[in-house]
């Protein structure tokens, strides 16, 4: 606190002392203002006697609400900072793991829930390859995922008896839950999904003319194993995505703790198929 407090009484009492001195007025006037800024106003009024008052006096409550606006935006910004202080170092570099997690693990959603509405890829080869791209490009997402939740895992292993005997067993449960078979299930079953999406994308895009003109019985008969493979991934996904969520949800009321360290949302919509 008091960032811009003490330069800002400096610099009102050394206005007080050159108006002082300006207009002979006693010096002390700007000692008080100094101890109390408060007093201000009262000196404004007997020193100006009517010149120019009310834009001096305006100029003065808006410099307060000023000062004042930025003391709380710039307490905020350190509280924030030093939160978890009070925290031994262990807890906060886990913490920051944490942060790390729900930065990729949102970013991941919002790109899954693009995919989901890019589902149904409109039938020319640029949009296919926009999907493609896409596609390529959400799988640097669920890299960087997969390693965020490597990263605080290995954390929690590696430290987990400091965390028991400290009473921070809410910390080691982050890490029971990215290790646990559903979860893990869920991102393979992605993966698939992902890779039989893309293959069959490629395929039409390779293929597309002969696709729509249907007279090449070899590249339909190819094209319809491509599309069953991608339809059984999502369809293998979907059941368990489902079961992801009602885990997650399940382990948030037992441990109620953790909330704010877990995915806040992850993508909960059924795919569609691609036709």
Known sequence: MYYIYFPFIFILSGLMFFECHRHNLPKWWAAIVFAAPVTTPYFI?????????????????????????????????????????????VARQLIRYSEILKQTTHKLDTELVALEQQSKVQSKVNKIEQTIVFIGELRKSMRDNREAIKQIVSFGEAHENFFLTQDLKWVYEIQRFYNNRIVTQHFKSLENYLDNFETLLRFCCDNFDAINQGQNLAILKNYDEYYMRYRRAVDSHNRFNVKRIEFQNNYIRRYPEIRAYLPAKRQTEAFRLWE
Not at 49 to 75: H, N, R
């Open 45 to 89: 009024l007997k020193s100006r006697k009517g010149k120019g008052l009310i834009l001096v006096l305006l100029s003065f409550f808006a410099c307060v609400f000023l000062v004042i606006a930025g003391e709380i935006f710039l307490y905020s910004k350190a509280k924030e900072q030093y939160k978890y202080e009070h925290l031994p170092p």
